[in-house]
């Protein structure tokens, strides 16, 4: 055409839908969008494009695309193409502005149009996400805040829009304890929260002006411990008195009711030391806490008091806010073993009735309702008979008594025990026989209390007897032969004089020539002719009492003297002359007879030595002991020395073997075996010197009392000398076990060996600081054997206790001679005799090529006795003599009698007690009684049921009210109830 390029131009118009946001979503969504183009040129458009440039957040639609073609290939001039479009709203739109561009074939130019969309603007839904408590959290606050971020962009519009859950209940904005920053909601609680709860709360809804609701809801729990760890149950208890001081440990109950505790902070303090879980000495297990003394090296002593202090104990750290700390938890227990004691005192005069107080400290506060005491004595010295709380800490209490084999035994209850001073007394009574210058221990066997909840430190306590004044008389007879003798009479009678006693003394009268003369020496200047006397009597008392006096017959060889030591009062008689130069000394209660030659002159001493007291020791096995005090015989040496099974065995020199001896005298050493160490008192008259005869070969000796405890041996005066070098042995018992030899000093209370070449006399001095003797109750059965010349015996007695007791006698150790023991064998131990309980008993023998020998006539008819060497058997009843080599048995099988037997007393004449043996074939109610010469009934001493086999009864010269009974011929009388058969004897009690 050669007027240039043609012109060119378009318009838009555009429709689209209305878009709205409704519950926060466009509507309509999608929405339609049509474009109208018109052609504005002159030309004629050809492949007419429309191009939509679309704001992130808006699509097209599934279906359509974004580019479109006009209808038709040919737009002409000032036409109008329409095209439509599905628009989709997919995200908030990044503006507001549609473009729309077109393009055609023909020419090169581009329309644009644009096209604003109003859409209103929707922000983010509201979102939340939890900050505090984390979910499953701990916290120890009381006021715990929930805290959660939320928000909400398109705001909100009224407080019921939010939904909060609490527990199961629902809250909104309106709830004062809930609000909203626009960042942060919090709730506070209105109370404090409650230990132990589980809090369960949850952002259930929000909705937002938009409609929008919440993106994800937020929900979680938290725990509140609000109470700190807990201490209880301590063991020892809070004020608990212990009665005893050795403990397993110390413990408490230690835990928390929700969490644990956080051992790190425990801090136990025990009597102002702290200890930590790092020390040993602590431990936390299974919720207790444990403190173990032994590694803490405790130890405690009666009276202690502990005192123990928990504190700064947390529990283990929570999620949220401080630890919960436990109040300081403190707890003091004690020590109290109750203090008992027995009196040490002397009981005057025998013959009464004592109350002995068992005194005790203080009890109030101890919670005592509950006791057993128990006091062992010896049998004999004193005879408990009951207990007596009159004006004693036990006074309301009602106390039993059980007697038994020298011991006592009080038990009770009651209200709980105050005050102290003496808990009770033990009623004894003194017997008037054996007792005076004799003791008794007062041992505590057990002391507890509360069922031994409370223990004891009981003291033992000691008493000895006094002596007391006596009438007594006595014959001192010097004889030849019986138509040759001469008989002098001492006696103390109260109130005479040491001069002549008109009525009472009886003069001198010479003997006929060649026959045995003695007197007693009188120098009285009231009668100043009366100068010897046949019978001497003395006032009771100053003493000692002194009688000198001369006895025999010039030419007439060895003269015999002889007495009754059981007339002579409690205390020492000493006869004392010297014969062809040697000195003799006899204590005239303990021998009955002396002899001496030609003529003496002697001395005759009645004293009532002084009582000591001293303390002994000795170890398990032999112990060679003696005793430098004397008790009356009321206490035997097995007594004395409580924890040995055998009495006295003291070497006999002249026969060159052992006596058995139940009573100690001056002098003389003693084995005796123990099964324990012991420490005891003894007490006694005391043993100013001792004058012992030694014989060729070994003696045994003991030593008098020295305040020192040892005495020189150069005090050994032995006259003459006949010791063989330095031949004197000790035994150490306590600790080597052997003999000791070279010994300077000598221990008071121990025995000694010496070697003599001879006869002499041996004396030690020392410093000067008995009761008639009981019956020593015999086995039923014995039977004797000799092995090598050696006796033994071996029998059977109802009260016998398997094992060794008081029934058998073991024999003591070789001593440095070289002894070799041979025979009866029980747990191991050589015994002289053996003992046993039943009917059939075994009894083993050891020896080496030893020739035994027997008399058929001691074994009775009810008894057989059968010897046993490996398979042979032969009865004993046989036989009179068998070899022995090796171990042998000899078996004893006793038979019951067949009818009933009553045998005689034993001792007969007696004083002061007598033992009567009887048998009966079946078991059958027996009575016996003790009659007088007139018939009368005097005492009862058997009545009640006995099984069959042997028994016996002990008649102690008293009548039922416990009065003795006069010199005199008595009758015992055995009653068979179930047979009515009856028999009697008679025996002499004899003073």
Same mark, same amino acid.
């Given at each position: 055409?050669?007027i240039?390029n043609?012109f060119?131009?378009?318009?838009?118009?555009f429709?689209?839908?209305d878009?709205?946001?409704?519950?926060c979503n466009?509507?309509?969504?999608?929405f339609?969008?049509?474009?109208?183009?018109t052609?504005e040129?002159?030309?004629?458009?050809?492949?007419?494009?429309?191009?939509l440039?679309?704001p992130?957040?808006?699509?097209?639609?599934?279906?359509?695309?974004?580019?479109?073609?006009? +209808?038709?290939?040919?737009l002409s001039?000032?036409?109008?193409?329409?095209?439509?479009?599905?628009?989709?709203i997919v995200?908030?739109?990044?503006?507001?502005?549609?473009?729309?561009?077109?393009t055609?074939?023909s020419?090169t130019?581009?329309?644009?149009?644009?096209y604003?969309?109003e859409?209103?603007?929707?922000?983010?839904?509201?979102?939340a996400?939890?900050v505090q408590?984390?979910?499953?959290?701990?916290?120890t606050?009381?006021?715990?805040?929930?805290?959660?971020?939320?928000?909400?962009?398109n705001?909100l519009?009224?407080d019921s829009?939010?939904?909060?859950e609490?527990?199961?209940?629902?809250?909104?904005?309106?709830n004062?304890?809930?609000?909203?920053?626009?960042?942060?909601?919090r709730?506070?609680?209105?109370?404090?929260w409650?230990?132990?709860?589980?809090?369960?709360?949850?952002?259930?809804?929000?909705?937002?002006?938009?409609?929008?609701?919440?993106?994800?809801?937020?929900?979680g729990?938290?725990?509140?411990?609000?109470t700190?760890?807990?201490?209880?149950?301590p063991?020892?208890?809070?004020?608990?008195?212990l009665?005893y001081?050795e403990i397993?440990?110390?413990?408490v109950?230690?835990y928390?009711?929700?969490?644990?505790?956080?051992p790190?902070?425990?801090?136990?303090?025990i009597n102002?030391v702290?200890?930590?879980?790092?020390?040993?000495?602590?431990?936390y297990?299974n919720?207790?806490?444990f403190?173990?003394?032994?590694?803490? +090296?405790?130890?405690?002593?009666?009276?202690?008091?502990?005192c123990?202090s928990?504190?700064?104990?947390?529990?283990?750290?929570?999620?949220?806010?401080?630890?919960?700390?436990m109040?300081?938890?403190?707890w003091c227990?004690?020590?109290q073993i109750?203090?008992?004691w027995l009196?040490?005192?002397?009981?005057?005069?025998?013959?009464?009735?004592f109350?002995?107080?068992?005194?005790?400290?203080?009890?109030?506060?101890?919670?005592?309702t509950?006791m057993e005491?128990?006091v062992?004595?010896?049998?004999?010295?004193?005879?408990?008979?009951?207990?007596?709380?009159?004006?004693?800490?036990?006074t309301p209490w009602s106390?039993s008594?059980?007697?038994?084999?020298?011991?006592?035994?009080?038990?009770?209850d009651?209200?709980?025990?105050?005050?102290?001073g003496?808990?009770?007394?033990?009623?004894?009574?003194?017997?008037t026989?054996?007792?005076?210058a004799?003791?008794?221990?007062?041992?505590?066997?057990?002391?507890?209390f509360?069922?031994?909840e409370l223990?004891?430190?009981?003291?033992?306590?000691?008493?000895t007897?006094?002596?007391t004044?006596h009438?007594w008389t006595?014959d001192?007879?010097?004889y030849?032969?019986?138509?040759n003798?001469?008989?002098?009479?001492?006696?103390?009678?109260?109130g005479?004089?040491?001069?002549?006693?008109?009525?009472?003394?009886?003069?001198?009268v010479p003997?006929?020539?060649g026959?045995?003369d003695?007197?007693?020496?009188?120098?009285?200047s009231?009668?100043?002719a009366?100068?010897?006397?046949?019978r001497d009597f003395?006032?009771?008392?100053?003493l000692p009492?002194v009688w000198?006096g001369?006895?025999?017959?010039p030419?007439?060889?060895t003269?015999?003297i @002889?007495?009754?030591?059981?007339?002579?009062?409690?205390? @020492?008689?000493?006869?004392?002359?010297?014969?062809?130069?040697?000195?003799?000394?006899?204590?005239?209660r303990?021998?009955?007879?002396?002899?001496?030659t030609?003529?003496?002159?002697?001395?005759?001493?009645y004293?009532?030595p002084?009582?000591?007291r001293t303390?002994m020791?000795?170890?398990?096995?032999?112990?060679?002991?003696?005793?430098?005090?004397?008790?009356?015989e009321?206490?035997?040496?097995?007594?004395?020395?409580?924890?040995?099974?055998?009495?006295?065995?003291?070497?006999?020199p002249?026969? +060159?073997?052992?006596?058995?001896?139940?009573?100690?005298?001056?002098g003389?050493?003693?084995?005796v075996?123990?099964?324990d160490?012991?420490?005891?008192?003894?007490?006694g008259?005391?043993?100013?010197?001792?004058e012992l005869?030694?014989?060729r070969?070994?003696?045994?000796?003991?030593?008098p009392?020295?305040?020192?405890g040892?005495?020189?041996?150069s005090?050994?005066?032995?006259?003459?000398?006949?010791?063989?070098?330095?031949?004197?042995?000790?035994f150490d018992?306590?600790g080597?076990?052997?003999?000791?030899?070279?010994?300077s000093?000598?221990?008071?209370?121990?025995?000694?060996?010496?070697?003599?070449?001879?006869?002499?006399?041996?004396?030690?001095?020392?410093?000067?600081?008995?009761?008639?003797?009981?019956?020593?109750?015999?086995?039923?059965?014995?039977?004797?054997?000799e092995?090598?010349?050696?006796?033994r015996?071996?029998?059977?007695?109802?009260?016998?206790?398997?094992?060794?007791d008081?029934f058998? @006698?073991?024999i003591?150790?070789?001593?440095?001679d070289?002894?070799?023991?041979e025979?009866i064998?029980a747990?191991g131990?050589p015994?002289?005799?053996?003992?046993?309980?039943g009917d059939k008993?075994?009894?083993?023998?050891?020896?080496?090529?030893?020739?035994?020998?027997?008399?058929?006539?001691?074994i009775?008819?009810?008894?057989?006795?059968?010897?046993?060497?490996?398979?042979?058997?032969?009865?004993?009843k046989d036989?009179?003599r068998?070899?022995?080599?090796?171990?042998?048995?000899?078996?004893?099988?006793?038979?019951?009698?067949?009818n009933?037997?009553?045998?005689a007393?034993?001792p007969?004449?007696f004083?002061?007690a007598?033992e009567i043996?009887?048998?009966?074939p079946?078991?059958?109610t027996?009575?016996?009684?003790?009659?007088d010469?007139?018939g009368?009934k005097?005492?009862t001493?058997?009545?009640?049921?006995k099984?069959?086999?042997?028994?016996?009864?002990?008649w102690?010269?008293t009548d039922?009210?416990?009065?003795?009974m006069?010199? +005199?011929?008595y009758?015992?009388r055995?009653?068979?109830?179930?047979?009515g058969?009856?028999?009697t004897?008679s025996?002499?009690?004899?003073k």
């Amino acid at each position: 055409y050669g007027i240039g390029n043609p012109f060119t131009s378009g318009s838009f118009t555009f429709v689209a839908d209305d878009v709205s946001v409704v519950n926060c979503n466009y509507v309509p969504n999608p929405f339609d969008f049509s474009v109208f183009f018109t052609n504005e040129s002159a030309l004629t458009l050809d492949d007419v494009i429309v191009h939509l440039d679309l704001p992130d957040g808006i699509i097209v639609a599934v279906g359509s695309e974004d580019t479109l073609m006009t +209808g038709g290939d040919h737009l002409s001039s000032f036409g109008t193409s329409v095209m439509g479009w599905r628009l989709a709203i997919v995200d908030v739109p990044a503006s507001d502005t549609i473009h729309v561009w077109t393009t055609n074939s023909s020419t090169t130019d581009t329309f644009h149009g644009y096209y604003i969309l109003e859409v209103p603007a929707v922000g983010m839904a509201p979102q939340a996400s939890l900050v505090q408590p984390t979910n499953g959290a701990w916290t120890t606050c009381d006021d715990q805040e929930i805290t959660v971020w939320m928000e909400a962009e398109n705001g909100l519009m009224l407080d019921s829009d939010l939904i909060f859950e609490l527990d199961g209940s629902y809250i909104d904005l309106s709830n004062p304890n809930l609000t909203w920053d626009g960042e942060t909601l919090r709730y506070v609680p209105t109370s404090s929260w409650v230990d132990g709860d589980l809090i369960s709360w949850g952002l259930m809804e929000v909705v937002d002006e938009m409609g929008c609701s919440l993106v994800t809801p937020v929900s979680g729990y938290f725990q509140v411990d609000l109470t700190p760890p807990v201490a209880e149950n301590p063991w020892p208890e809070e004020d608990r008195v212990l009665g005893y001081t050795e403990i397993p440990g110390i413990w408490v109950e230690l835990y928390d009711e929700l969490r644990a505790v956080e051992p790190a902070s425990i801090n136990f303090e025990i009597n102002g030391v702290l200890y930590t879980i790092s020390d040993p000495e602590l431990s936390y297990r299974n919720d207790s806490l444990f403190f173990d003394t032994d590694v803490a +090296g405790m130890v405690f002593d009666d009276g202690d008091t502990v005192c123990i202090s928990l504190y700064d104990i947390t529990d283990t750290a929570p999620d949220y806010c401080d630890v919960n700390e436990m109040d300081p938890y403190e707890w003091c227990f004690s020590f109290q073993i109750i203090d008992l004691w027995l009196p040490d005192t002397q009981l005057c005069p025998p013959g009464d009735t004592f109350l002995i107080p068992v005194y005790t400290e203080n009890l109030t506060g101890l919670g005592i309702t509950e006791m057993e005491v128990s006091v062992k004595y010896i049998d004999g010295i004193i005879q408990p008979i009951g207990v007596e709380t009159g004006g004693t800490a036990t006074t309301p209490w009602s106390l039993s008594t059980l007697i038994e084999d020298g011991q006592i035994t009080v038990t009770g209850d009651g209200v709980e025990l105050m005050g102290g001073g003496i808990l009770f007394y033990i009623e004894a009574y003194v017997p008037t026989a054996g007792t005076e210058a004799a003791y008794s221990p007062l041992e505590f066997v057990e002391a507890e209390f509360n069922s031994g909840e409370l223990a004891a430190k009981p003291v033992d306590g000691f008493i000895t007897i006094c002596f007391t004044d006596h009438i007594w008389t006595n014959d001192i007879i010097f004889y030849k032969d019986a138509q040759n003798q001469k008989v002098l009479t001492i006696g103390g009678i109260p109130g005479a004089s040491d001069g002549y006693n008109s009525g009472l003394d009886v003069m001198w009268v010479p003997a006929p020539i060649g026959k045995i003369d003695a007197w007693f020496d009188l120098d009285d200047s009231a009668h100043p002719a009366i100068t010897k006397l046949l019978r001497d009597f003395r006032n009771t008392t100053p003493l000692p009492i002194v009688w000198e006096g001369y006895a025999g017959r010039p030419g007439m060889d060895t003269i015999s003297i @002889r007495w009754t030591p059981a007339h002579f009062p409690d205390g @020492r008689v000493i006869l004392q002359y010297t014969d062809d130069g040697v000195d003799h000394t006899y204590d005239m209660r303990r021998v009955n007879q002396a002899k001496f030659t030609d003529e003496i002159y002697f001395t005759i001493t009645y004293s009532q030595p002084e009582i000591g007291r001293t303390v002994m020791d000795v170890c398990p096995g032999w112990n060679l002991i003696s005793f430098p005090f004397i008790p009356n015989e009321g206490v035997k040496i097995s007594d004395a020395v409580t924890t040995s099974i055998t009495p006295g065995y003291w070497f006999n020199p002249e026969s +060159g073997g052992y006596t058995i001896t139940e009573h100690a005298e001056p002098g003389k050493g003693y084995w005796v075996y123990c099964t324990d160490y012991d420490t005891f008192d003894i007490a006694g008259m005391i043993v100013t010197a001792t004058e012992l005869p030694l014989w060729r070969g070994w003696n045994m000796f003991g030593l008098p009392w020295e305040a020192s405890g040892t005495i020189p041996a150069s005090a050994l005066d032995i006259v003459p000398d006949v010791l063989i070098g330095g031949n004197i042995f000790g035994f150490d018992a306590c600790g080597s076990g052997a003999y000791f030899g070279e010994i300077s000093d000598f221990e008071v209370g121990q025995g000694y060996w010496l070697l003599a070449s001879g006869s002499a006399g041996l004396f030690i001095e020392g410093d000067t600081s008995v009761g008639r003797i009981q019956p020593t109750i015999e086995p039923e059965f014995t039977f004797h054997f000799e092995l090598n010349g050696e006796q033994r015996t071996i029998g059977l007695d109802s009260r016998a206790e398997i094992g060794i007791d008081a029934f058998d @006698r073991a024999i003591p150790p070789a001593d440095p001679d070289g002894f070799r023991f041979e025979g009866i064998i029980a747990e191991g131990i050589p015994m002289f005799r053996d003992i046993k309980p039943g009917d059939k008993a075994e009894f083993v023998i050891e020896s080496d090529n030893a020739m035994m020998t027997w008399n058929t006539d001691d074994i009775p008819e009810h008894l057989e006795i059968t010897l046993v060497q490996g398979f042979s058997s032969i009865s004993m009843k046989d036989i009179s003599r068998a070899a022995i080599d090796g171990t042998a048995k000899i078996i004893v099988q006793r038979h019951l009698p067949q009818n009933m037997v009553l045998h005689a007393a034993v001792p007969n004449p007696f004083n002061p007690a007598t033992e009567i043996r009887y048998s009966i074939p079946e078991a059958a109610t027996i009575d016996m009684a003790v009659y007088d010469l007139m018939g009368r009934k005097i005492k009862t001493i058997v009545s009640g049921e006995k099984s069959a086999g042997n028994h016996s009864a002990i008649w102690n010269g008293t009548d039922e009210n416990g009065a003795e009974m006069p010199t +005199g011929v008595y009758f015992y009388r055995i009653m068979n109830n179930a047979t009515g058969e009856s028999m009697t004897k008679s025996m002499v009690l004899l003073k």
